[in-house]
């Protein structure tokens, strides 16, 4: 009998250990074994280093995972109830898979594993954003991460300059890595169905980020001129430097946050970098 064969089927996991999805957790289950099998061979090669998965709950994606090829799978959970669920797997798939009970939130991966690392997960919707924010902060220690958002995130890690959905996320996420939407997953999919349609993103870091900038000069920049999107950048900047800032850096004052390209947004960051001495990742801007 093969590992798959000798786990019982996950509705009959989920009831007899009383795992219902709870809505404050996020939880929304697969039990569509092709769903998740397609998942997991998106992830590519996973037989060496670390998969990471974070949020397994019963253990679907999981169990695909390890099905898949998976050498090592550290599955990070905060759901006390799915312990023994995911511990039943464990047995089946001595020495490959371990389960760290806690919020992925607090726990960071890299200490806890070897390279390279991936991130394979269906992400809890709630903190989503957050988490991947928290990886690309290190994304020189990932090798790359396929991830399951809301369909509406995932639009925004992909939107471009001009399009409505193109905002902060956008500019951080693709300053960082390069990013790919995989496939869509509608709400009938899960158990019980979430209200919007989900999407399996790829995402891949860059040797170097797409310009020299310093990410938290970046990220000031963004927050400033997203926060009053409606306004010009040279209202929105004025606390950076407003309309001499802009000047500086060759752009249209009166243009709008939306309208700049992830290029524009580093090329500001390094002058507002200079101007307050924290220097960038160049060593200094010629416009400077």
Not at 151 to 165: C, F, I, T, Y
Request: glycine share 10%; hydrophobic share 45%.
């Amino acid at each position: 009998m093969s590992a798959p064969d000798s786990l019982p089927p996950l509705r009959e996991v989920i009831a007899r250990h009383g795992i219902g999805a709870r809505k404050g957790l996020g939880q929304h289950f697969l039990f569509d074994l092709n769903l998740t099998r397609r998942i997991a061979r998106a992830a590519g090669d996973i037989g060496s280093g670390t998969v990471i998965e974070i949020g397994p709950g019963p253990g679907g994606l999981t169990r695909a995972l390890l099905e898949c090829g998976a050498g090592y799978l550290l599955a990070i959970e905060r759901d006390d109830r799915c312990a023994a669920a995911l511990a039943e797997i464990a047995a089946v798939y001595p020495g490959r898979l371990e389960v760290v009970m806690g919020d992925a939130l607090r726990v960071d991966p890299v200490e806890r594993t070897a390279a390279p690392r991936r991130i394979v997960a269906n992400l809890p919707y709630n903190v989503s954003t957050a988490l991947l924010l928290r990886w690309l902060e290190r994304a020189d220690q990932y090798a790359g991460f396929v991830l399951m958002f809301q369909k509406e995130v995932a639009d925004r890690l992909l939107a471009q300059p001009g399009d409505s959905d193109y905002g902060r996320l956008s500019v951080i996420v693709q300053w960082t890595c390069r990013v790919r939407r995989l496939f869509d997953v509608p709400a009938s999919a899960f158990v019980p169905p979430p209200k919007v349609t989900s999407s399996v993103v790829e995402i891949v870091p860059r040797a170097e980020p797409l310009a020299p900038a310093d990410r938290a000069t970046l990220e000031r920049v963004t927050q400033a001129a997203f926060g009053q999107r409606r306004k010009m950048l040279r209202a929105s900047l004025r606390p950076l430097g407003g309309e001499a800032l802009l000047s500086r850096a060759g752009i249209d004052p009166t243009r709008r946050a939306e309208e700049l390209s992830v290029e524009d947004f580093a090329h500001l960051a390094r002058l507002v970098s200079a101007d307050r001495g924290t220097g960038g990742t160049d060593g200094g801007d010629p416009a400077c």
